[in-house]
């Protein structure tokens, strides 16, 4: 596609079940960032993916958090044993990565409701 | 990671010229700086990026002074449409992986 695309666009669950969100990146992008924004915030850093390198997973909240990326592609992140705090937008975003500071480009996100 | 200030709310009117001043007192010397521009519902999207003195694109302008301990975005004869947040970031090679982005800046352009 031409863009950065996430999946689903909306989830609502249930407190204590467990989320999986997909980003598809830009073909091409080995460069690979999540992040999550609450209501009226800022974007908080999640994990980095580069290629082939272990990822930056520093941003994540709590251990309930993982994602993976499989190859330069496709990467899922899961939200074990969700809890209210947890809604949010969650951003994907990807980049080319191969220049210091080139661009992000993101996807559209997925509201995460819990209730 | 350099930190950013910026205002919280900005209000203008159409046709009119916006400037949102941005600091980052403690810029590294190998820091680019970065604005993005998010609507509603939609991820974060790259406005203009810097390093120093003045660069300019089909959307908006940055000016770096000497110091670069500050940046100042500006929009041209805003429309409506530029209603959204405006983020500035400031980070090099060393931070790449891990760009901040703050609350922003929410510009409300006003008929």
């Known amino acids: 596609g031409a863009g950065v695309s996430q999946s689903p666009s909306n989830k609502v669950t249930e407190k204590g079940k467990d989320v999986e969100l997909r980003c598809d990146p830009i073909?091409?992008?080995?460069?690979l960032y999540w992040y999550r924004q609450r209501l009226g915030q800022g974007l908080e850093f999640l994990i980095y993916f580069q290629g082939n390198s272990a990822p930056d997973k520093s941003g994540l909240p709590s251990d309930r958090f993982s994602a993976e990326r499989t190859g330069e592609s496709v990467s899922t992140l899961t939200i074990q044993r969700t809890q209210q705090e947890d809604s949010a937008v969650y951003l994907c975003?990807?980049?080319?990565?191969?220049?210091?500071?080139?661009?992000?480009?993101f996807g559209s996100g997925t509201q995460l409701s819990v209730l | 990671l350099a930190k950013t200030t910026q205002p919280i709310s900005m209000d203008s009117y159409e046709g009119q010229e916006v400037n949102i001043t941005c600091s980052h007192n403690?810029?590294?010397?190998?820091?680019?700086i970065t604005w993005y521009q998010q609507f509603p519902s939609q991820g974060p999207r790259f406005i203009i990026q810097?390093?120093?003195t003045k660069v300019t694109n089909e959307v908006a302008s940055l000016f770096i002074p000497a110091d670069r301990k500050s940046s100042t975005l500006s929009l041209p004869r805003v429309s409506l449409s530029d209603t959204a947040v405006y983020y500035c970031l400031v980070g090099g090679r060393d931070g790449y992986n891990k760009l901040i982005f703050g609350a922003g800046t929410r510009l409300a352009v006003h008929p």
């Open positions: 073909s091409g992008h080995t460069a």
């Open positions: 810097g390093y120093k």
């Open positions: 975003a990807s980049s080319l990565g191969q220049e210091v500071n080139e661009k992000l480009f």
């Open positions: 403690n810029i590294a010397t190998n820091d680019y």
